[in-house]
């Protein structure tokens, strides 16, 4: 079992997104913008569920490990935290799921 969180994984983003080097494909994720790694993410939700329908667990593992990537990218581009989306999560639980969907205002 690893201690590794995505709070650490949220850090090594942040701090990945500063180089200027080259060395780092963070940094030149974000240097091409909200729509390339919105892009990238959605590609990594298309292939997890891929290797999820086939059964694939060792897919599904890494495609899911890139796909969290992807999606702290995103959410470093927008300057949303993962403590935010950990709030708002937090407080959906304290409804039930169909409850909470019941209450969303219709868009």
Do not use: C, N
Request: no cysteine; net charge negative; hydrophobic share 45%.
């Amino acid at each position: 079992m690893t201690d590794f969180t995505l709070a650490e994984l949220e850090q090594i983003v942040a701090k990945r997104a500063t180089a200027t080097d080259g060395s780092s494909y963070t940094a030149a994720l974000i240097a091409k913008g909200q729509h390339k790694a919105a892009q990238k993410l959605g590609e990594e939700a298309v292939e997890t569920v891929i290797a999820a329908m086939m059964k694939d667990e060792k897919s599904v593992i890494s495609e899911s490990a890139d796909l969290l990537y992807h999606l702290l990218v995103v959410w470093k581009i927008a300057g949303v935290s993962l403590q935010s989306v950990m709030q708002e999560l937090e407080r959906r639980t304290a409804q039930s799921g169909l409850e909470e969907k019941a209450g969303r205002k219709p868009q």
